[in-house]
Each structure stands twice: as C-alpha cells, then as structure tokens.
C-alpha cells in the first residue's frame, strides 16, 4: 500500500474516531434540508423550479460555511501533531513530507466530499423527486453544485495547511484562520462592493470585476453556481454580472483548482524546509 | 554490508544563537552499540535528529547508510532506521493495535509482525484500549515496539529505559544484544549510566554539544585515571597497624576502627594486592571497587568544563 493511501486512510479514520464526519454531514444534511423544506416556502410557486431554488440557497449558504469546516479540520493538522510530538515519530518513517501533507489532504477532502454529498443528495433527492418539472439542467446545477463545494472546501483545506505550516504556535494557526475565513467570506466582497460603488463604473468594467474576484475562492464558487445556468442567475440576481463579465466554467474550474494546487504545493515546500 | 552505517564528520548545528552541537565526528560500524551520555541539554537529541534528517547540519557532513538524511533519497533509508523518542506520542484516541497497524504498514511490515512485537513488550492486553488510557511506562513500551519493527539496520533510541520496570529492561537490553548480533547499529542515550555498563561497546560523552571522548568503557577508565579504591576488613584494633605497613605502596584514604580504604592508579593495583596479600591472616577480607561510570563520566565532563 502506498504511503499516501496508508495517511489519507488514517486521516479518515481519525475522522470517524472523533465524531468530525458524522458531525459535519449531520450538519450538511440538517441545513440543507431545512432550506429545501422550509426556505423555499415564501417563494410561493414563481416561475424556477423549487430545486433551482433549494441550488440558490444552498450555495449562498455553502460559501459561509463550508469554508469554516475546512479550516477547522486543517488549521492544526501539522502544527497540532508536531506540538503533540506525534509528527517527530511519523517523520521517522519512510514518508516523504510531501506524502505527509499530501495524505492529509486527501483524507479530509474524502471527509468533506461525504458530508457535502451526503447532504446535499438528499435535499436534492427530497425536492426534486416531490415534484414534477424538474429539469436535467437543474439537476446538473445541483451535481455542479456539489462538486464545486468539495472544490471551495478543498480551497480552504490547503489554506488551512499553509498557515499550520508557517505558524510556530497552535493558537496563532487558529488565529489566522479566522482571519482568512474573514477575509475571503465577508471582508472581501465587502470591499470590492465599496470599491465599485466609489467608482461609479468609470474605471471598474465587468470584465475586470470578473478578474478580481478570481483572487478569491468563494467568488469564484458564487460566479461558477450563480452565473453559469441562465434559470439560477435570474433567481439569484446575479444576472448583470451573467451577462456582461460573466467566465465560462471551464475557467473558473480551472482558477479553482489553482487555489487548491498552489497553496497545497506551498505548503509541502514551506514543510519540506521546517525543522521538526 | 560494506562501509559505516552512520558517519558524522565536522557537523555543527545551531538553533537560533544557541550551539547545539559542535564540531562533532563520529562513526558507528554495524552490529556496533554506541551509548550517548552527556546532561541535559549536551547534544545527544539534536545529533539523534540530525541522523534522522529532521534537522539539518549547519556546517559539516552527516551520512547514514551512506546518503544525507534531510535529502529526499534518503526517505527509503528509513525502512531501516528505527527511532524511539524521549518522549513518545501517539494519537490518543487510537488503540495500541491501529497505532502499530499503521507504522507496520508505513514501514511496509506484515500487520502481524506488529502484533508480535506488542506481545514481546508485554501489551498484548492492553492493544485494544485507546492510548489515552495507557500509563507512561505503557507508551514507553509502545514506543519501544514501534521501533524494533522491520528488523531496523540502524535503531536510534533516546533515552529508552524511563518507565520501564527492571524486569523489562533486562528484556530490552537482551533485544538489543540480539540486534546487534544480527548486525544493527544501536545508538541509545541514557541518564542511567551505571546500567550502561556491561551493555554497551563504546560510550560517547558529550558534553555543551561537543564530544568530549569515545570510547570502550574500559579505554575511558584507563584515561581518565582515576583512583581504584581498596577496603580491607582487619581485625578490630588491628587497622592503625596495618595502614602504617601500607603507608608505603598506596595512598590512604581513611582508618576506622576495622576498615582501611586505600586508593591507588589502576596500573598499580596488582602490586597493591600482593602487599597486602603478604599481610597474611592480619587481613580478613579485601573489597575492589573500581571507578564508576559516573566517576569517569564527570572526570570527562569537568575537564572540558575547566579547560
């Protein structure tokens, strides 16, 4: 068995141990089906498909707090084990300390993978078999959706393995995370909302705005779930932005998956360096 | 297996300001036993992790079965090594079984070779129960089982006998002997020093990160020259008599009622004994107490102090 399996296999098992996956897809599932029930009740019956609307919610919701667990299940995976003692023994071992991150990372992308699934299948089951008219393009945003949550999750994973890396202190590592999930989830649209709103359009054309928020993951998750099918942007009021700046998906996979590579190559660089 | 399992030549290593290990050359053959001694805070830990390629030489060269043990070469070497440290941890919510499962597989082990090592440490029982119900003396010998999986060709163990009963650590020193008959370099730093003796090929003292000496015990006694001390029982009364007709070929140390403790350089000793053998029935008994490890261990370390 290879290295990379044997850690990303005990990742998950440790996992199961502490109550991390049943704790989060219990919560996936609790939330998701909430909105799916309930949120979509003031609506009444417009137009969209009651799934569309369950996809708009749930997204809305999934960039807040998805990101959360993520960080939560990485901010200490190194720096927790080497302040424990247990990364001392492991790195005795015939690993290299690429595998080490590698591993992890792998192991709680399948935990996260197994909550969001989990979850939102069966708000998306529940809602979209209750009712009739729903199409095959709903669906797809549904499975997009999903998908593209690991994607956000596995983001803020290797965001997470970068600070434990760097830091030098647990408490520091916890500190900076909250300061990254600020960041990203709240304080950065807020600012890139001020930014434009100052400049009145002048400067600041749709396709830059486009650009700028491919500097930050969730954006990139708001723009691939609420722009690229026309019924979901309608509903979500995103339909400016669709129509004008609007990235084709492959672009804005391909811009989330560098927001997973390069921090997780940066971690196993900045790792590889540090002296246990 | 051609060439020396470990060799260190030249290495210094600092942490911030702070020497931790300086100019320090050693070579350990296989099937060789290398004690480290030295106090806290000597060098011994920092010279086992650089070995282990979890730190990196500041100057000099370090080679363990011939490869630079922080290059990504060396991550196969590890198949080999087997390491316990000072204070070893494990994931507390695991059981001792899945701990040891995971390292056989890691290690590229049969899981019940794994097994087998628990029962050998005597925790075949307790392999069910999480880590965090386990004693310290437990871990310990988790942390001793760990390391002899795989048959290691090199085992580095800092400090290995805390929290062992005697009973066990008569069971781990004849582990090693086995070990080193089959050929694996152990390197094993203790503060217990009298029980290194007898166990041990070579001692290395070090002291404030450097190698003050390394040697057999034997070789260190001989350089350190330190005094052999010699107790006679005489009868009661007798003892002023007979000190004053030894006055001559050893020194004399003290006189009390029955006893005379005389000291003499280990070179003179034999001559020593045949004076007082030629003291006939006047003599009850003779005790030989050689000098102690800890004696030839401090004469090391002040005379680098001093100098």
Redesign the interface.
């Known amino acids: 068995?290879s290295?990379l399996v044997?850690?990303a296999a005990?990742e998950i098992?440790?996992g199961i141990?502490?109550r991390w996956v049943v704790a989060t897809t219990l919560l996936m599932l609790a939330l998701s089906l909430s909105i799916a029930f309930l949120g979509s009740a003031p609506m009444g019956t417009v137009g969209a498909a009651r799934l569309s609307v369950t996809v708009v919610s749930l997204s809305s919701l999934t960039i807040f707090l998805i990101p959360l667990i993520a960080l939560m299940l990485s901010y200490d995976a190194v720096i927790g084990e080497v302040e424990?003692?247990?990364m001392?023994?492991l790195?005795?071992?015939?690993?290299?300390r690429w595998q080490v991150i590698a591993g992890k990372f792998l192991g709680h992308t399948a935990i996260l993978a197994v909550a969001t699934a989990v979850g939102y299948g069966a708000a998306g089951l529940a809602v979209g078999l209750t009712e009739d008219g729903t199409s095959s393009a709903v669906w797809l945003s549904l499975a997009t959706m999903t998908g593209s949550s690991v994607m956000l999750g596995a983001a803020f994973l290797t965001l997470g393995y970068l600070i434990s890396v760097i830091v030098r202190e647990r408490g520091t590592a916890a500190g900076l995370a909250v300061a990254v999930w600020l960041v990203f989830v709240l304080l950065f649209d807020m600012s890139l909302l001020g930014i434009l709103v100052a400049d009145k359009g002048a400067t600041l054309k749709a396709d830059a705005v486009s650009l700028l928020m491919m500097l930050n993951p969730a954006d990139i998750y708001r723009m691939l779930n609420l722009t690229t099918s026309p019924d979901i942007a309608a509903l979500s009021g995103m339909v400016s932005l669709g129509g004008r700046g609007a990235l084709p998906a492959g672009v804005l996979i391909a811009a989330l998956t560098a927001w997973i590579a390069v921090p997780l190559g940066l971690a196993a660089l900045i790792f590889r360096r540090r002296?246990? | 297996m051609s060439g020396p399992t470990v060799e260190i030549s030249n290495v210094h290593k600092s942490y911030g300001g702070k020497q931790a290990v300086r100019d320090l050359s050693l070579t350990v053959d296989p099937g060789e036993c290398l004690a480290l001694v030295g106090h806290n805070g000597a060098g011994k830990t920092t010279l086992m992790?650089l070995m282990?390629?979890?730190?990196?030489s500041s100057a000099g060269s370090v080679r363990v079965f011939g490869d630079d043990p922080g290059e990504?070469a060396a991550?196969?070497?590890?198949?080999g090594?087997g390491?316990l440290?000072e204070?070893?941890?494990?994931?507390a919510?695991?059981t001792g079984t899945?701990v040891m499962a995971?390292?056989a597989?890691?290690?590229?082990v049969a899981v019940a070779d794994g097994m087998a090592l628990l029962e050998r440490v005597e925790l075949a029982d307790a392999a069910p129960a999480r880590i965090k119900t386990y004693s310290k003396g437990m871990r310990q010998r988790l942390?001793l089982a760990?390391a002899l999986l795989g048959e290691p060709r090199l085992l580095l163990l800092d400090e290995p006998t805390t929290g062992l009963d005697p009973n066990l650590r008569q069971a781990f020193y004849g582990i090693i002997r086995e070990l080193c008959a089959g050929g694996t370099s152990v390197i094993l730093s203790s503060h217990i020093l009298t029980e290194l003796e007898a166990r041990t090929d070579r001692v290395a003292i070090m002291n404030q990160g450097r190698l003050v000496a390394c040697d057999t015990l034997d070789a260190l006694r001989d350089r350190a020259g330190l005094a052999v001390r010699v107790r006679l029982r005489v009868k009661q009364g007798d003892a002023a008599a007979i000190a004053s007709r030894l006055r001559s070929s050893a020194d004399l140390a003290r006189v009390n009622g029955q006893y005379v403790d005389l000291a003499c350089g280990l070179g003179d000793k034999m001559m020593v004994l045949r004076d007082i053998a030629a003291l006939g029935p006047d003599v009850v008994d003779v005790e030989i107490v050689p000098p102690t490890f800890d004696e030839v261990y401090n004469h090391f370390c002040l005379k680098e102090d001093r100098s």
Not at chain 2, 75 to 79: A, L, N, P, S, T
């Open positions: 068995m290295a044997i850690l005990k098992r440790r141990r502490n424990n003692g247990t001392l023994l790195l005795t071992y015939p690993v290299a002296e246990i | 992790k282990l390629g979890l730190v990196r990504s991550v196969r070497d590890r198949f090594i390491f440290p204070t070893v941890s494990f994931d919510a695991m899945e995971f390292f597989r890691l290690k590229g942390g760990q």
